[in-house]
């Protein structure tokens, strides 16, 4: 008899998605097969493959951020199974964070086995991941390139402020429908001299840190396209 793990995540769909599903039943079937007394579960759902090799540290959806992978790998170095399973090595990582989870159920005496063949030739299997890695990597840089070309262009990048939306071609930013609060927030600082607090309890529609965000952060955005007779226009001038 035997104790056994199995990882069970993809990186996008759904949560009821044939594939999870198809990922759970296999690998059941896997451990039975492998004679097993327990069956743990580590089911990541939609989780990102990749760690912080090529991930921000600020970005918690990446793999090594997960508990439930802090969990395996303090599981596998205290010897708590005898088989890692999953549907195939992709499942437990996709790039070189995979190794210190093979590294941390060597310590533990643990093995690793698949439903689907991982090729046994360790060459054929570093290029495969070295190969994904590198796709990855390729595509961190065309988005990286992306906002580079907008930034280049002066089109705007990000998620709008409030009152701005972009235009029809997505590059620019244009007035929207809540324009005119913006407007009223300025004319109630610049002319009424109300308070951050105040200003949000009068409009009643934005809180005080976003009447802050409009009126420091983002203040030369919002003048620029403020009408010249507006007093906060002549008062910055």
């Not at 896997?30 to 970005?59: I, M, P, Q």
């Not at 290029?127 to 907008?150: D, F, L, P, Q």
């Not at 409009?214 to 203040?219: F, K, M, P, V």
Request: glycine share 6%; net charge negative.
């Amino acid at each position: 008899m035997t104790d056994v793990v199995r990882v069970i995540r993809q990186s996008q769909g759904t949560e009821d998605s044939i594939s999870l599903q198809q990922q759970r039943s296999n690998t059941r079937e896997l451990a039975e097969e492998l004679d097993a007394r327990s069956l743990d579960t580590v089911d990541l759902g939609n989780t990102s493959g990749f760690s912080l090799f090529f991930k921000s540290k600020d970005d918690d959806g990446r793999l090594d951020a997960q508990p439930e992978v802090k969990e395996l790998i303090s599981g596998l170095r205290a010897e708590r199974w005898d088989y890692l399973i999953a549907n195939d090595d992709t499942r437990i990582a996709r790039d070189e964070y995979f190794s210190v989870i093979h590294h941390a159920a060597l310590e533990g005496e643990c093995e690793l086995r698949f439903v689907s063949e991982v090729p046994d030739d360790r060459l054929t299997f570093r290029v495969r991941r070295v190969v994904e890695s590198e796709a990855k990597a390729k595509e961190i840089e065309r988005s990286k390139a992306a906002v580079e070309h907008r930034r280049e262009k002066g089109f705007y990048h990000g998620s709008p402020p409030f009152g701005l939306k972009f235009d029809d071609e997505g590059e620019f930013l244009v007035k929207d429908g809540k324009w005119p609060i913006v407007k009223r927030v300025f004319h109630l600082r610049v002319v009424e001299g109300m308070s951050y607090r105040d200003i949000s309890d009068e409009i009643g529609e934005i809180s005080k840190s976003g009447v802050g965000k409009i009126l420091r952060e983002n203040r030369e955005m919002y003048l620029t396209r403020m009408d010249a007779d507006h007093p906060a226009v002549s008062t910055a001038e």
